[in-house]
């Protein structure tokens, strides 16, 4: 659950939408408790302005004793007046007050040094906003003071906050109901909307992705939808239906490559039974040619016939000897051998028919290049038939480069050949400028019989395929034709 896609993006949406909310929500709660504290300084601006006109009216009626009275009267009649209070300006001393018990106490901040209205309370007293008006020495007032005074007090005037304290409470409690009621309403339309358009086009895919891995490849998915889920499903579909035809096409040629199998393994026995039985006759027939032949004089014409019936014999004797190694081959015997003493004896046994043929033979071989594990009879074996095939698809001559190298696997072009996932492989490359292979028949030059020789079993290479692949390996051929062919043997380096 915690690990699906849904889950993470309804996740995703929560954090986003909860921090904008929270923003908008802070932002307005402190708009709201800014225009009403904003409200209540006016309201105190005004009051205070009424009150002071009110002092004025007193004092120039010369109604001074009335002073507390008045304050008093104005304080009681009106609720969200908290406190009235006269100070004189050069030392901040309370001389009217709406609460006698104040009156000579001093009142240090007067307003006059900082802002003319700030919050305030105590224990057991309300909050309130503080407005600081001076009373101005006027012409009218100076009959009974000093002309050169500028202020004659200060009016202090309190006014309760608890209204806006009540009003931003209630506030803020609705604003953060509606709040959550609107977070809930989106996270559950949201949490719909990504149910149906989102985990449940996911939900149909994984089901038929699992029909799929049970083996029901006919299961597709719903193309049917115009966004991305229609485009994957399409694409899915259509590599599904690649997928089926290259099963059925796996299969066909698995199919055939079995009978073809069986039909191999039960022509090896039925070859080496044949081939036994072929084998000593002509053993015997060969002899009794050579007996005839040596009873003959140096110049007698028979001999030229028993000459060709004994090359004949010797061919047989070839054919059925290798028949008999692609029927029963010898286990490889594995020894830590040189690949070059292998190569130089191979190429060593070549070089006079390639010498005649004029093929010129060079080789390339990488210097410290380790001893490998093989079974060095076979390898040469080989090396030799590869040789001798590139020498005679130059019967005009030509050039035969063999090259031996350390290789990775990263660095092998070549596709569909078998080699160990790890480690370096050696890499004996025999490349010539031959007549090359046509492409319909590149295919086919491993496959058991087949061979364009007028000469040869078409053995040789099917051979040679299978001893290299029980050591591990595997051959890789490129040709072309009228230019020529390489052959590549890779062999792993460690077993």
Known sequence: MFNSLKFKITITAFLIISAIMT????????????????????????????IAHSIMVLMTENRGQDMQALIESLVRGRKELERIRILRPEDGLIVVSSEPEEIGKVLKNTGLTGKPDAPGGGPGRQEYVSRFTAIKNRKACHACHDSRKDVLGILAVDIS??????????????????????FLLIMGAFTFVAGVLIDRPIRKMIGTIRKIEKGDLSARMDENKKDEFGLVAKSFNRMLETLESAKKEIETYHDEQMQRAAKLASLGEIVSGIAHEIKNPLAGISCAVQVLQSEMD????????????????????????????????????????SINNVLDKAVFFVYPEANKQKVVIETEIADNIPAI????????????????????????????TITVSEKDKDEIDEHGIRIPETGRVLAVKFEDTGKGIEGEHIDRIFDPFFTKKSKGTGLGLAISRRIIQEHGGDIAVKSEVGKGSIFTVYLPLER
Not at 167 to 182: D, N, P, Q, T, Y
């Open 298 to 337: 140096e110049n007698d014409g028979r001999r030229v016939i028993t000459g060709e019936i004994l090359h004949h014999i010797k061919r047989l004797d070839r054919t059925l000897k290798d028949l008999l190694n692609y029927a029963k081959p010898r286990p490889p015997r594995f020894v830590p051998s």
């Open 373 to 400: 594990m093989m079974d060095p009879d076979q390898m040469q074996q080989i090396f030799l038939n590869l040789i001798i095939n590139a020498v005679q698809a130059m019967p005009d001559g030509g050039k035969l």
């Open 161 to 182: 906050l608890d209204d806006v304290t009540a009003s931003l409470r209630e506030f803020k409690k609705e604003h953060f109901r509606e709040a959550l009621v609107g």
């Open 23 to 50: 923003l908008s929500t802070w932002r307005d709660i402190n708009e709201t408790e800014r225009l009403l504290l904003e409200g209540h300084r006016e309201k105190a601006a005004l009051l205070s302005d009424r």
